[in-house]
């Protein structure tokens, strides 16, 4: 419910794709079970190739996707997600991943936690690549694939990570980890994140997520920890559009909006000149 208006809150879950269809598809199959169905389910698509697009055409018909796409010109995820912000229309905004498969009450937990003045920072568990690999429709379906039993059984060993899983969502209150914007698992208020101009296109990979949460923190807004409450499953992968260069780009940015606590960005959804 939105505090403001009284009315039921509208919730859209936005996904950063890229050339993975394999792993995009076992995302999806988290939405199709959810307590909550996404009023919007917006694929951000940073320039992936047709096996994508025939993937959602596939499940067009039992989710409510709205694929945004541009050309591949490299690594241009900020952008992309700044098309899907504009493409939005629900008030309540979760981002995450092609590589995350939602635990069924994700959404529900994001829209029961969601409170004015505030941003939401979930948590995830990562997975080997035999397990990414192994995880069926079925697991994800019944919630197996999230019981630690299960993944114990396919070989995960137990590490403190595990706690995650366990429900404890007491922990969300003693956990020395700070609350910031983390791309796999976070939402905020729609009119919030438009408030700072969405993501700066200026960044690539490497705490392009962080840097607009450090803007949301500006602007007022406080990070609430819910890493034991809002769980996604992190489907292992390689990382080769990592560059140093870029990494370091980054953290000059991300330097200058906490050195003058920076609320908005003038490389964000709107561009100087822009109208409207």
Known sequence: MDQRTDRPMTMAVVISTYNNPEWLEKTLWGYLCQ??????????????TEATA??????RDRLPIR??????KGFRKTKILNEALKAATADYLIFTDQ??????????????????????????FKLPMAVSKAITCEDVACGRAFSYGWLKEQGVHWSFKCTKLMGWTWMNLLTPTRATWNGMNSSAWREDILRVNGFDERMQYGGEDREMGERLVNLGLRGRQIRYSAIVLHLDHSRPYVNREALERNMEIRRQTRRWHAVTTAFGVKKPGMEG
């Open 54 to 59: 025939a993937l959602l055409r596939r499940y």
């Open 35 to 48: 307590e909550r169905m996404a009023d919007e389910l917006i694929i951000a698509d940073d320039g992936s």
């Open 67 to 72: 694929h945004v796409w541009h050309e591949d």
């Open 99 to 124: 590589d995350c498969i939602p635990r069924r009450d994700f959404i529900a937990m994001h829209e029961r936690l969601a409170r004015r003045g505030c941003f939401l920072s979930g948590g995830y």
